[in-house]
C-alpha cells in the first residue's frame, strides 16, 4: 500500500506561484507513475501533470508551460511547482500513485486563485 499526503495549498492572486508536495509512505522509486489531478467545483477529475520513474512527464494542454512536476528520490516526495496562476487553476489537488497495478490517492489540497 501507499500513503499519499498533499501540502502547500492556499490562497494566491492571479499570476501568482504554488509549490504542491506529496509525500509517499514508501521509497517512490518502486511507484511507476506518479501524478496530480485537479478538480474543481461540478466538475470531473482531470489529470493535470504525470511522471514516471524514468522521469518522463507529460501534462495537460491548459498548464503546459507553466507547471512543473518533479520528484525528489531522497524525500519520496513528488512536488507540483505551479505558475502564472489563472483563477481556472482553482480546485481540490490531488496526488496519485500507481503502484502494484493499483491507484492512490491523497486527500487533497485546495488551490485558490483570485482575480
Known amino acids: 500500500q501507499v500513503q499519499l499526503v498533499e501540502s502547500g495549498g492556499g490562497l494566491v492572486q492571479a499570476g501568482g506561484s504554488l509549490r504542491l508536495s506529496c509525500a509517499a509512505s514508501?521509497?517512490?522509486?518502486?511507484?511507476?507513475?506518479m501524478a496530480w489531478y485537479r478538480q474543481a467545483p461540478g466538475k470531473q477529475r482531470e489529470l493535470v501533470a504525470i511522471?514516471?520513474?524514468?522521469?518522463?512527464?507529460n501534462y495537460a494542454h491548459s498548464v503546459k508551460g507553466r507547471f512543473t512536476i518533479s520528484r525528489d528520490n531522497a524525500k519520496n516526495t513528488v512536488y507540483l511547482q505551479m505558475n502564472s496562476l489563472k483563477p481556472e487553476d482553482t480546485a481540490v489537488y490531488y496526488c496519485?500513485?500507481?503502484?502494484?497495478?493499483?491507484?492512490?490517492w491523497g486527500q487533497g489540497t485546495q488551490v485558490t486563485v483570485t482575480s
Open positions: 511522471c514516471t520513474t524514468g522521469g518522463d512527464t
Open positions: 514508501r521509497n517512490i522509486l518502486s511507484i511507476n507513475v
Open positions: 496519485n500513485a500507481d503502484y502494484n497495478r493499483r491507484g492512490y
